[in-house]
């Protein structure tokens, strides 16, 4: 039997199978091992970043319980000769440089939470 004819067989009862539903694709998957991540960026190399109650609902989601909270100390330059910014270090041959403001940008998202996010036990 060859696999195009195996394949053909096959058909009918993948039709009859029931339809994957919204609700399962969207349940939580449990988490099976707790984290502890100890190398956590806040920002990217461009000094973007979907902020801290982001990163804490995708720690949650990751089983990650706790982390060490770091800023990217380099910025991607982007040269005036690339159309398309560049989301990563080695991307292009654009120079990177060393930028101290980004203790200051996860200082101040990690002091404005309120105190029971940062000290709530896991």
């Not at 979907?50 to 990751?62: P, S």
């Not at 005036?80 to 203790?103: F, H, K």
Request: aromatic share 12%.
């Amino acid at each position: 039997m060859t696999f195009r004819s195996f394949a053909v067989a096959l058909l009918p009862f993948l039709i009859c199978l029931p339809p994957a539903t919204a609700q399962n694709a969207n349940a939580p998957v449990p988490i099976k091992y707790h984290l502890a991540d100890c190398h956590f960026h806040y920002v990217d190399f461009l000094q973007h970043t979907d902020g801290i109650k982001a990163a804490l609902k995708a720690m949650d989601d990751a089983g990650v319980d706790d982390t060490m909270i770091c800023g990217m100390p380099l910025v991607k330059k982007w040269s005036t000769q690339e159309p398309i910014q560049p989301q990563y270090y080695l991307e292009d041959d654009a120079r990177c440089y060393w930028y101290s403001g980004v203790s200051q940008v996860y200082a101040k998202a990690t002091i404005a939470l309120a105190g029971a996010v940062k000290s709530a036990p896991r």
